[in-house]
């Protein structure tokens, strides 16, 4: 949002921005869905607002400012820790007199994080967890349809399915299709428990990728056209990609129980970074002066997504269905331990009862199905490289 | 009315270039705003208008912001103040739905790296334009078809432009820039990237096309010879400053500065140079210094490299007459030498 140059406006917007300070203050205080809709709708302009009037104040003014306020929020956070801290000395005084707590680092300096997070967490989960409910209702049946249709099919047919979906979006190769062909039927031919297994298991990645596509592809288009939302964003893919499965596994239990959709939420949690990343890598990738060549014409916007930008950028980010779908199937791996059934649960099976062959069987398994998903993902990206991107001279 | 006005063009590159702006406008130069304010002057105060139907060739070396001015006529660049009129609308006064119509329309472009769109064949990537313009697809690909055979490029028209030559690909972004049919084209570079050959083969190409078209060019290029070659009229930028702008035969004979004329020093004079321009005029002319039987008429828009080996192998003089065949000047082996040398002009 530009600058408000006009006094008027400024002197306006302020008196607006206080009204919705109080009334999002005032919308805090009931809590269900409808009013959490409220204050998103709040929310919004009141930070736009919030910007806005922090633009005003001059820059170097307000690095000045932002200095004090960090060095207020410090001090008050330690103030709070040693205050809320049940192992403090008896009396302030003690801590200048004796100066072990110098030594080894002092109990009493310890932020209470743990605490807040789990009061806020109580307290979210009572108000707000309908719509968990909802949404994991949703998936759950989506999820169910779909594995009980391949379920049932009778196996022969699921394999020529793969075989004739392998070789239309492979462009007719032989190789590969032939290839994918004899994977899937060898993950059957392993154990035959495995078949029914597979399925669920590329059940929940096909749902979890879904998610991310539907999601991640239209970040990473709103990234790679705002600097701001770059940088708003680029902290939350790297949160996303860094911290450990279990801290969401775990959340995910209690947010939509056991099984398979908190696995498809944490596939979407850790499968969806590197496609929202190459997404926006590939459409800044594109040449500028084609860029410039189709505004030179008149493109709009839209025009200039949808016919230039995206196909020039379609492979990476087809690259990037493909990094999340393997990236998918490790997710599925570590979510048997939350009772996610699948071949992953297989591999926990063998493990807790020692049996080297039964996990290395169901190992075996999962890499063939991961090959089954990179070929059948690698060679429809390959055949649109090769549309738009033609190298070789047609003879 | 000229068909394209600049007027008092500045366009400043940075964090903040309208606190720049004051004193670029005082008169600072390029390497001082760089070194005071760490802000990039990409034009500074370029005023210049150009007629309907004439090339216009805007030169300089590369960073003298001849890329940055043609991108200010369709707004691809936004000046930071000053005006520009095309066929008597302010283009600054557009708002985002009038510029994209006027883009459509009014004008189109051709670039240095073709900017062709790799996953589209020859002849879609000709009907762009008409694409964007709303155009239906039977009626987009035979406008497309007509600019392909002007451009000489039948049978590559299902071809992707990876798979065409340098020469080849360019092509198609002149067909391109022509099948909208716009009164303006912009050329940025539009050759510079070719081989040699197939430059001047080109450029052969672009004025064979403009004589019939008559459209209005500004063509960008770093290139002496070319813009001798292909310019009605010159205008050369040196650090963001139009230094001169005036007819081939004026940047040649008097050089505005320094820049100029270094950048003039090297060229074929013989090439560039009309008999009009080198000629006595036939009243200051005393004839009874030559013989009649000697004399050689040549018309005088020829340039000087069409009679001089005539004038060397017989040792006559040259009578310059205009298409009526009136005598307008004379023109002996003294003015040849004068106008031939670099410094001929300091001589006189």
Sequence with gaps: ?395 | MPKIEIKNVYKIFGNSPTEVLPMVKSGANKEEVLEKTGHTVGLDNVSLSIEEGETFVCMGLSGSGKSTLIRHLNRLIDPTDGDIIVDGTNIMELDEQQLIDFRKHELSMVFQRFGLFPHKTVIENIGYGLEIQGKEAEERRKLAMIQIESVGLQGFEDQYPSQLSGGMQQRVGLARALATNPEILLMDEAFSALDPLIRSDMQNQLIELQAKLKKTIVFITHDLDESLRLGDHIGILNGGRLVQAGTPEEIIMSPADDYVEAFVKDVNRAKVLRAKTVMIKANEFNSNEIKLADVFKVDEGSYIEQFLPKVLADRCTVMVVDKKGDTKGYITEKELAISLSKDGYNLK
Aim: proline fraction near 5%; include cysteine.
């Design chain 1, 1 to 395: 949002m530009h600058n408000i140059s006009n006094l008027f406006l400024k002197i306006a917007s302020s008196f607006i921005f206080v009204l919705l300070i109080i009334s999002t203050y005032y919308l805090l205080i009931p809590k269900n869905i409808f009013f959490l809709f409220l204050k998103f709708i709040f929310i919004i302009p009141t930070i736009t607002l919030l910007v806005n009037l922090l633009n005003l104040i001059p820059k170097y003014l307000l690095y000045q400012l932002s200095k004090i306020f960090a060095a207020v929020v410090m001090v008050a956070l330690i103030v709070v820790s040693y205050l809320s801290s049940k192992r403090k000395p008896d009396n302030v005084s003690e801590l200048y007199t004796d100066f072990t707590w110098l030594i080894n680092w002092p109990k009493w300096l310890d932020t209470p994080f743990m605490h807040w997070i789990n009061k806020g967490w109580r307290s979210f989960i009572a108000d707000y967890g309908v719509i968990f409910d909802a949404i994991g209702y949703g998936l759950l049946r989506g999820y169910t349809e779909l594995k009980t249709v391949i379920v049932q099919a009778p196996w022969p047919v699921v394999i020529i399915g793969v075989i004739a979906i392998t070789y239309f979006t492979s462009g007719r190769k032989l190789g590969t299709t032939v290839f994918v062909g004899f994977c899937t039927f060898f993950i059957g031919f392993l154990n035959p428990r495995f078949w029914d297994k597979a399925i669920e298991t590329t059940t929940m990645v096909v749902i979890g990728i879904a998610i991310c596509i539907v999601i991640g592809i239209p970040i990473g288009i709103a990234m790679a056209r705002s600097e701001k939302v770059r940088n708003a964003i680029l902290p939350i893919l790297d949160t996303m990609q860094v911290i450990p499965a279990f801290c969401y596994l775990i959340p995910g239990i209690i947010l939509f129980g056991l099984g398979a959709i908190p696995a498809i939420i944490s596939i979407f949690i850790y499968a969806c970074p590197p496609l929202i990343r190459l997404t926006d890598l590939g459409i800044r990738l594109v040449d500028k002066e084609v860029i410039e060549a189709a505004r030179s014409f008149g493109a709009s916007k839209k025009q200039m997504l949808l016919g230039v930008q995206l196909p020039l950028a379609l492979p990476n980010i087809m690259q990037g269905i493909n990094q999340c779908t393997m990236m998918a199937l490790a997710m599925v791996v570590i979510a048997s331990m939350i009772g996610t059934r699948g071949l992953g649960d297989e591999v926990l099976l063998g493990l807790q009862q020692l049996n080297v062959g039964a996990a290395l069987e169901a190992g075996l398994a999962i890499v063939l199905l991961a090959i089954v998903l990179d070929r059948m993902t690698q060679a429809y990206g390959e055949k649109i490289q090769e549309r738009t991107q033609p190298t070789k001279k047609k003879k």
